[in-house]
């Protein structure tokens, strides 16, 4: 509901920015027709054809011819307009112009291209030292600071599993990676602090040992700097054993220039075009990952699999989305006001996020009597995410629990179907079931761990893939004719296995995904006063 409500903001802002464009434009209700025609040059002088040619903030944009010539229509008469141009390799530029206008001539530059090993990462904070803080200007800053990219060079739960500790890490507890493999580094941060992983640095970066802007985790510099991922064409999947940054090209500038990616072609200030940003193949170097050939992390590869790249839904779509914001640097820095549907957010929710867990699955539960019994089937059908449900961790899990009760309270005693396994902490036990993907370690045997740096094998996998649905049956006995039966089914999403974060004292609570209750009077049961051969 609450999605809902945010969607018809944005609808709404949206359409005041329409208006606001006509507006703008003076022409009422008649749509602006005059054009601007030129020629796209680099700074060589040398003629730039195919370049992509806009009124900057709109919709409104050309592709340029082969000799560089172009004519974009559409734009305002006697209104001054910004027109940009951009081409590959180059920074896009713009002149300003009233239409109607021929002969002028759009210069770019280009940016520089090869990857500098010695640049110094710029702080995403607001750092009035520093030679560029993005926080002091963007939007994004506040939303991605607090989200799982922003502290995952300081997420006090990775550190209790890398060494062995609990929560605080101040008390050994054994089981982590760094007991298991003294002395290594590890794969970790060439996902959770890619920074430091850059160069011949992926597999000994130690986490412990982070510095500076590195402790940023996944941040916007490192982001912004990505200009490529290296994918196997004939899977569309990262290459085995390439995690995170070793699977995707940097382009950092010399020290003296600054050089980022975005996803607009009309940004005038150091940024170039990056179509590869809008895509959820940006996201699979750090999203999809097998170790020892056991796939762990698989919300990639999940998505690829599901009906939503071909509705052109991607990653971006759901953990970006728009906010209803206008702009994204601030107006008072500078920042231009834009259609707010076309400005992604930062936010990124995942599994900490109440409001998007709630927005996951819809359930259903029919109850009807049978005979002696009640049965109740519960059917959860995977709506609202890109991929299978619970998704990449391979701790997260969901927690199906179904309670019969009759009129006085007094719960029904299960019959038949399943019930929680003795991994489900609290509701173990109970009429109900568990999704997860269940890893075995190879070596103790022991099942479920989220130990995977060490090898393990999946020996059960009954997540729910996107769009598709999990019937559960359960059947309890039935009192006599006339009682009334209320059954209650709740779905639960649990961040990691109960044992695990009881040992190592993660706090997190369970989120309440659904709740159902139905009732249902039982009916006297004819059958029984039946003659034999009739029933
Ligand atoms: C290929 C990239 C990649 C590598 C390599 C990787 N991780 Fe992760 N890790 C992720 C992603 C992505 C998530 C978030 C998944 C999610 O939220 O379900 C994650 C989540 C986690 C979490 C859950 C954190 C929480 O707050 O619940 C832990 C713990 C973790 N990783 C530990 C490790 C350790 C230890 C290593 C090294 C042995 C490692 N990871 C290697 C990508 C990676
Ligand atoms: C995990 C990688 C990642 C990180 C970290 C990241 N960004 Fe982005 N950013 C993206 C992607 C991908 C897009 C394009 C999304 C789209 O348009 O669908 C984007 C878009 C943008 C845009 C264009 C406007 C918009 O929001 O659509 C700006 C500006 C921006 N990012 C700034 C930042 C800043 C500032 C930070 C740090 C506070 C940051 N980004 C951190 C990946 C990242
Ligand atoms: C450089 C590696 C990297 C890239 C690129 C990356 N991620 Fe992540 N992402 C991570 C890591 C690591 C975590 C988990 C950090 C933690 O929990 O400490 C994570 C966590 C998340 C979470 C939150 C999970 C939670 O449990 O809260 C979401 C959602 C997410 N990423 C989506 C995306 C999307 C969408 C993109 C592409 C636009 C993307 N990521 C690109 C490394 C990356
Ligand atoms: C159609 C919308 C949608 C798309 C597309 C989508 N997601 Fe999600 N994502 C969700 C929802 C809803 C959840 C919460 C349920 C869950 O955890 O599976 C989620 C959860 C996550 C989480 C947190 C998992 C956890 O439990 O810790 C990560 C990480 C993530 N998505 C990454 C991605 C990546 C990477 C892509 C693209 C390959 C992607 N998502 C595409 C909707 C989407």
Redesign the pocket.
Known sequence: MARRIALLGIAIVGGAWMAWQVAAGGHGAIAPSASVEGVVVNVAGEIVGGAVVRQQTTDNATIGAADGTFTLGGLPEGVTVTVTAWDEGYYPAGVQVVPPRSGITITLRPHPVGDNPDHEWYTSMPDPEAPIGCGHCMVAFPQWVTN??G??GA?PR?FSLYNGTDLTGTRHLGGGYKDDFPGTAGNCAT??A?GAATDDRAFTTDMNELTGVEREG?FCDF?HKVSDVYLDPATGLPYDNAP??TSMRLNRPPSDTHMFYGPFDDVTRRVSYLALEKKSQ??A???QFSFWGTPIYESFREWLESPYPARGIE??TC??APTGVDYFVYPENGGLIRDPASIASHL?????DQELLQNTVTMTVHARQAGDRVRVTTIITNTEAGHHVPTDFPGRHMILTLAAIDDEGNPLAQLSGPTVPDWGGPQAGLPGRAFAKVLRDVESGDAPVMTYWKQAIIISDNRIPALESDASTVTFVSPGAGERITVTARLRFRRAFQEAMDARGWDTPDVLMEERTVSLVLQPRWDLFLPVVLR
């Open positions: 799982a990219h502290t995952a997420n990775f996902c959770h890619p996944v982001c995170g940054v940006f996201c170097p750090c999203h990653c971006q953990h970006m990124q929710p995942g599994a900490a």
